[in-house]
């Protein structure tokens, strides 16, 4: 009898504990979700030489969350102040092929923050008065031809405390091709 008891008992704390565990996306530090255009690149109907091109994302630390009538907070899930991004400028040449332009310094940034080298990191910094990261930088166009922007259309968290869960949002880019590109041309 003690031995069935037991095996009972064995079996009901293995089904207790999977059904009451976190989801594995949980339980393994990071979640998932999607959320429509938090990225943006400010348009213009032609470009000159000497004309910026901006991007922009500014988004709500409260956001839709798949399967979930609440908003999920990423602020107080994550801790994280900062959310990234990766943009690449690209110039074509003459033997159609792209070139990526290293904008460096160059970068004129309204808000948030930017880090570059030959592919540039935006930064989407928390404003806690708007509840909202925000992020905003015009790429200086020093040259005439044919370019491209590069866009990741994932955001990151920057961590100062890796004890909290990551949460990554995928976002789109409605004014990108299917590969993440914004082609246009300087004159």
């Known amino acids: 009898m003690k031995t069935i008891c037991k095996s009972i008992f064995g079996v009901l704390s293995i089904a207790l504990f999977f059904n009451c565990s976190e989801p594995d996306d949980i339980y393994m530090g990071s979640k998932d979700i999607k959320a429509s ?22 988004f709500s630390r409260y956001l839709p969350e798949e399967g979930y009538d609440d908003l999920l907070d990423i602020y107080k899930t994550t801790k994280s102040n900062e959310y990234s991004f990766e943009f690449l400028l690209e110039k074509k040449s003459a033997y159609d092929t792209w070139t990526p332009i290293n ?5 004129v940034v309204n808000k948030g923050k930017s880090y570059t080298s030959n592919a540039a990191i935006g930064v989407c910094v928390f404003n806690p008065e708007t509840n909202l990261y925000e992020f905003r ?27 909290y869960i990551s949460v990554y949002i995928y976002t789109t880019i409605s004014q990108v091709d299917n590969q993440g590109n914004y082609h246009f041309t300087v004159n």
Do not use: H
Not at 37 to 58: G, R, V
Not at 139 to 153: A, C, K, V
């Open 37 to 58: 255009n938090l990225i943006q690149i400010e348009t213009l109907p032609s470009y000159k030489l000497n004309d910026l091109i901006y991007i922009n994302s500014s």
């Open 137 to 163: 930088a015009g790429i200086p166009l020093l040259e005439t031809g044919e370019f491209r922007l590069r866009m990741s259309s994932n955001l990151y968290p920057v961590y100062t405390n890796s004890s």
């Open 103 to 107: 904008i460096g310094n160059k970068i």
